[in-house]
């Protein structure tokens, strides 16, 4: 009963952010300076076309009445019609959310594979040389922008050493095209294509690197930081004592009481890279919902712009819904005290 209680307290909350980021959206878009239409058809646009544009986007109604229709069209999952590509918002983002997802879970298996044993491997040998050169590593990772680095390796890895492609999501006129999933690993190994999962992995190791850097490092930190805290308690003392296998004492009573900070920084990271993606999907040229998101917002498509925002919160509020559930899983005491607020 306590775990249902703190799952339903968590899912209410998470539909009152919801309600609240749609309204944030709504007023944002309508308060900008100017007129949306006209801003949208340019300045050489007669008033007649910006009327019609006008009537079309529902901007000639009530600002109540505006957000009415703006709501019952979530409800109904219809973001409007894009000016850009004259396509539902829909379709657009359905189209391009698969490759950002995409490049945001290599991003995060990354970060993961790498950030976690490098932290527990710092707090392991603290103020040694490993610790030392993980601080190291870590610092020189969150400050790097993830812009630059993304440069760096498309410069060494594809035009000095030509070893990775540097563009795009797949070869060009490559007999493959993902089907069921929308991500190209994960489709390739349902259709049996093994040429299609490595050509796949090879495009999406630079971009996946580039953005994961920042995030490795900030899990090693938190990593470090943790296991040092966890590892001061007396029950780890108490375990040393009665001899408990070292590998034992470390991945065990040090690394899983201690993972509840970086699974929380985790899910943050997680939900916050849809959003956060555009610079590398532009560097790259990876049609992902990011880049997207960047040409609508140049075209002041305000439609699309509003469908991007709406779908990225939503995706935060769902994955930090999961990492509140997956927390509470890890620490009983996080859902008690979830449960009895």
Known sequence: MEFFRFLLRRVLWS???LVGLSMVIFIIARAVPGDPARMALGPTATQEQVADLQKKLGLDRPIVEQYGLFVVGLAHGDLGRSLLTERPVNDDIRDTFAATLELVLATIFIAVVCGVPLGVAAAYWKDRWPDNAVRLV?????VTPSF???LLLQILAGYVLHILPTTGRLPPNFDFAPGYTGLVLVDSIIAGRPDAFFEGLRYLLLPAISLAAATMGQMARITRSSMIDVSSQDYIEASRAFGVPEWVRVCKYMLRPSFVPPLTILGLEFASLIGNA????LV???PGMAAYGIRTI???DLNAVMGVVMVSGVFFVLVNL???LLVGLVDPRVRIRGSRQ
């Open 15 to 17: 539909l009152l952010v």
């Open 138 to 142: 870590a610092i020189f990772s969150a």
């Open 148 to 150: 630059f680095l993304a």
């Open 278 to 281: 555009f610079v590398v999907e």
């Open 284 to 286: 790259f040229a990876w």
């Open 298 to 300: 140049l075209q002041k």
């Open 322 to 324: 999961v990492i509140d």
